[in-house]
């Protein structure tokens, strides 16, 4: 009964701050009550003059939940001006937009492998002025080579990597992407050290923190990241305990709606 009263409560609120802090409420209104739409949809919203270009309800409350909630930013230390910010699964950029206006004479990478939603990142990245955001189409993973990524028709936000041989659903279509190892990502985008390393890769953030060397970790100040239970043998515990063995303090959120999912942030001290 708790757990639903939250999120009852979360709704009615995030109902609220949307109609609070966007301000074309009729593409609001099309957004989420309307017919589906094949298009990009353009959020103006309060903050900053801040606009987003989004395709779906799920990248619009993404935009939510990055840009009005501030959820990486709320569990993790203030972004320093000139810190070096990498965005793992940076979709269609709700954090590097994020991370930009927090850090302007810092750096902004933003790593994502599903085409189309890069696409969208980068005029986000270009509608609203941000000089220091760099992006790449690649996907990060334990080590580098290829993997094949399953994309959703209808939320391509929630496209997942899979190292198994069963056929796409209906609902979606598979693609071989390009992968690098954490190791690999920071030779290509050449940082000593990385401040702060966001990550949301729908479940494989286990597969790219837990097969790095202590070297590579040891090279990154602070990890916040959004971690699926899927499994028994992948839990949010067993990730902050290993994060800790390396060197890391950690604390831990539960998020407000999906008992799977949790936010979790290590630093160094």
């Known amino acids: 009964m708790k757990r639903f009263l939250r999120k009852v409560a979360y709704y009615l ?17 099309s957004i989420f009550l309307g017919k589906a739409y094949t298009g990009l949809r353009w959020l103006k919203l309060r903050r900053a003059n801040l606009t987003m270009a989004v395709t779906t309800k799920m990248e619009a409350w993404s935009v ?34 994020e991370a930009a206006l927090q850090a302007p004479d ?9 085409p189309g939603s890069i696409n969208i990142l980068r005029q986000n990245v270009r509608v609203n002025s941000l000089k220091n955001v760099e992006s790449y189409n690649v996907g990060i993973w334990k080590e580098k080579g290829e993997i094949t990524l399953e994309i ?4 391509s936000i929630q496209a997942r990597t899979l190292d198994c041989d069963k056929d796409a659903g209906p ?19 050449d940082a000593d050290k990385i401040d702060l390393l ?29 971690v699926h239970e899927r499994r028994p043998e992948k839990t949010v515990a067993q990730l902050g305990q290993f ?3 390396m060197g890391y303090k950690t604390r831990c959120h539960e998020n407000y709606v999906h008992n799977h999912l949790y936010y979790l942030y290590a630093w160094r001290e």
């Open 13 to 29: 609120c995030s109902v609220v701050l949307l109609l609070v802090c966007v301000k074309n409420w009729s593409t609001l209104f």
């Open 64 to 97: 939510k939940e990055s840009l009005l909630d501030r959820f990486y930013t709320r569990y993790s230390d203030p972004i320093q001006a000139n810190w070096t910010i990498v965005d793992i699964g940076a979709s269609i950029g709700e954090f590097c937009v």
């Open 106 to 114: 810092g750096r902004v990478i933003a790593f994502e492998p599903n």
């Open 152 to 155: 959703k028709h209808d939320e």
């Open 171 to 189: 609902d979606s279509r598979r693609t071989t992407i390009p992968v690098l190892s954490l190791n690999e990502m920071m030779k290509l985008i």
């Open 198 to 226: 966001k990550i949301d890769t729908e479940g494989t953030e286990f597969e790219i923190l837990m097969s790095q060397p202590t070297e590579v970790l040891g090279r990154i100040e602070r990890i916040i990241l959004e």
């Open 243 to 245: 994060l800790e063995s």
